[in-house]
């Protein structure tokens, strides 16, 4: 008989204390649970179009053999493509099984127990979770106006602060920090930290005051920007995402990097996907539009609160609770996001899709909130709309 472990022990307070994440359970779960013959999967952001065609072909003939193989360790020929097409040096980049793993290597590079990381309250999760369970304060600073408010995070700062994560547009807001605001700020924090502008929705952004991030690595050598292959290109199943500063803060965070986490088929997609035209893009940022304007006038029509920005998602305030909320539209099909945990309570998060899920979402709404949908069933066609909208 070997001894108990000794777990309490062995496991760091900062580990003892946080709750892992519970990822949902696959679809056909789902369906069984909550008696539903198809779900709409409007939690994740995803795009319904899928992959660009050059990507999709890169799929498809993926050659069994390649899987014997390990794949490039540094994604040689993504960093030289992404060097290529943004006018920047192959060593800039660090690519990721996803924005997420990278969002975990910047951490690991800079932070140690004791320092602390800072930003928003209400924006995505992973990076106060990567700090908090690597013994890393994480200072969350209220956002104003559904943004991210500078003035706070520079109020926040002090000897231990290592990074400062700004979501750029914030996920689950859609706000953003013009280019003016942005440098601003990157003036002010005057190099002494870092500062990670994720950028995991740029390709959506209509804004044309909108700061393109990679553009300013030059002038600001302490910026570094997350991009992802999840959301525009549609390949978030494959696991790819990048980071891009400056060659003296890449070659630090490179040593904190897993070689061998990105796969091959990811590469190759992501490289594929680089070379579309631009016809995926427009075709994904047409469908977006179309989408924001149907559910902002049917929402509307329902009487709810919403919150509208830039990205492929809108944020909706229900009179329930959301995790209720969440229960009731699955049993309709419709899978979306509840907030609670995003510190929106009574709040959702939907990703702006096709027509038929878009319909498909609505009328499950309608249902939710008692009442039948009485709304334009025929899916029209609206101009741009504004920023950000509470109503
Ligand atoms: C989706 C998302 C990511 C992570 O994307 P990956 O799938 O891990 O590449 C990062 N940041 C934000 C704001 C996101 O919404």
Redo the contacts with the bound molecule.
Sequence with gaps: MTSPTPLDYLVPPYVKRFQAYIPSKPDEELKKIYRCSRIFRLN??ENILGPCPAAAAVIQKFPPLRAAIYPSGDAYYLRYKLADRFGMHPDQFLV????????SFAIKAFCQEGDNIITADK??A?YEWVAEFSGVESRLVPLVDFGFDAEGMLASIDARTKIIFV?N???PTGSTWNRQKLCRFLDRINGQQIVVV?E??AEFVADPDYPDGLDLIREYPNLVI?R????MFAL?GL???YLAGSNEVVEVIRRTCVVYSVNSLAQMAALAAMEDSGEHVARTRELVSQGKAFLKREIEGLGLSYVLGE?NFMMIKLPLNDALAYRKLMTHGVMVRSMTGFRFPNWIRVTISNGEAMEALVEALGKVLGEPWTGNKKYCLQPQLGGIKTS
């Design positions: 994740n952001n990721g099984n996803g924005a997420n793993e990278v969002i924006t995505f992973v979501c547009p914030n996920n994720d995991a929705y997350f992802t292959f999840s959301k978030a696991r790819i995402g990205g």
